[in-house]
């Protein structure tokens, strides 16, 4: 996978968790609680810090991307669990899966 590609999915990653975080405190209910929206603030700063080592090249990438990948598999499933009941919980959840897949991807390349 082209680095690119993780980079991209880093920052989609970022966009939709800061997406949800405002989404959720629109909505109040249980996309608004605070464990979620920790996490969701927490996913969005590692894969946007992930994708800034990436860009810089930094030796130091495969250390952010595995925090990332990590941090990502927790927001995904925090968000599945609400996705049945919420769209936009559902598309976080997907573009979380497919950074920590592509930054698991990158480490071991």
Known sequence: ??????????EQAHR????SV??????GGPSAEWELIQLLLDCADI??????F???????????C????????????ACEKLASEDVRLKECAQA???AAT?????IKN
């Open 102 to 106: 592509a930054c698991r991807k990158t």
């Open 96 to 98: 979380c899966r497919r």
């Open 16 to 19: 939709a968790c800061t997406e």
């Open 54 to 64: 990436m860009l810089r090249s930094s030796r130091l990438h495969h250390l952010t």
């Open 22 to 27: 405002i989404h959720g405190m629109q909505q």
């Open 66 to 77: 595995q925090v990332a990948a990590e941090v990502s598999d927790k927001c995904a499933s």
């Open 47 to 52: 894969n946007e810090t992930a994708a800034d």
């Open 1 to 10: 996978m082209p680095l690119s590609d993780t980079i991209d999915a880093c």
